[in-house]
C-alpha cells in the first residue's frame, strides 16, 4: 500500500473513540435512514435460530439487533467493533431492547481474533471501505465462516451518488479545508473508496467468496431543517467537525450559510430537507 497503513489504523482508532458520543446522540436518525440496508442485508442471509453471527465494525450494532431476534432463543450474536465507546452505546441499546442472546467484543476486522469456521452469518454495515486493507478483512471474514456461510455487507456508492456528504466536501476543499482528490491515484480508506463498480465484487471473489450479489440501494436522508443537518453532519464526520470548528466563528458562520446554499435544491418550502443517498449492498456464500 502507498499510505502508512499503521498510523492510518491508529487515526481511524482514535477517531472513532471521539465520534461514538455524536452516533450515540444521532442515532434515531441513523436509524430511520439506516433500516433499509439492514433489512436488505439480514434478508439476503437469512438468519435461523440457533445460529451465530458475527457483525463487524457494528458501530451501535442495529443490524446485529435485528440478527439476534431472528436465531433467538439458542443463536446468538456477537457485535464488534475497534472501538469501546461504540460497544458502549451498543450495549445500552441492547438493553433497551431486552436482548440477552448479545455479546459484545472489540475486534479489529483485519485480523478478528475468532478461531477458524466459528459462526453461520457475518454483517458488516459499511465497514470495509474504512479499513486500511479490506481484501485481507474479507479474507478474515471467510475464514471465520463455517462452510456454506454467508455474508452481507454494504458500501457507499461513488461519492457522486451521495450529496450529503460530496457538498460538505465541496465546501470544505474550495476553502482549503480538506486537500482535492488526486484522479489518478487510488482511492485511499474512506467511505467511497470501494464504490468503484465491480471493486466489491472483485475483492469477494479474491477472497474466495462464491455466489456473490452485488445491488445498489437508493436512500433518502431526511432532515427537518438545515440546522438539524448541520449539527448531524459536526456529530456523524469527525474529519469535518475538526475541520470546521478549527477556524474561528466568523469563518463557522461562512461554511455553515454557504453550505445551506449548496443544499438549497434538496430543501423544501417549509424548510425540510431530503437528500438522496446510494449504497452497494452485496452478499456471498463461504
Known sequence: MSFDADRYRQASFEGWEAAAPGWVRQQELLREFATPVSLWMID???????????????????????????????????????????????????????????????????????????????????????????????SETRRVLRPGGRVALAVWDTIEHNPWALLPAQELIARGLAPAPDPGAPPPPGPFALGAPGRIRELLEQAGFVESRVEALELVRRHSSFAEMWETTLDLSRNFHDAVLSQPASEIAQIEASLAERFAPYTAADGTLAIPARTLVASASA
Open 44 to 138: 439476503a442471509v437469512q438468519p435461523q435460530p440457533g445460529e451465530r453471527v458475527l457483525d463487524l465494525a457494528a458501530g451501535l450494532g442495529e443490524t446485529a439487533m435485528l440478527a439476534a431476534e431472528l436465531v433467538a432463543p439458542l443463536g446468538g450474536v456477537v457485535v464488534s467493533d475497534q472501538a469501546e465507546a461504540m460497544l458502549a452505546g451498543a450495549r445500552a441499546r441492547a438493553i433497551a431492547l431486552g436482548l440477552s442472546n448479545v455479546e459484545f467484543q472489540a475486534l479489529n476486522a483485519e485480523w478478528i481474533d475468532l478461531p477458524l469456521a466459528s459462526v453461520d452469518i457475518v454483517t458488516c454495515r459499511w465497514g470495509y471501505m474504512l479499513m486500511a486493507d479490506p481484501g485481507a478483512a474479507l
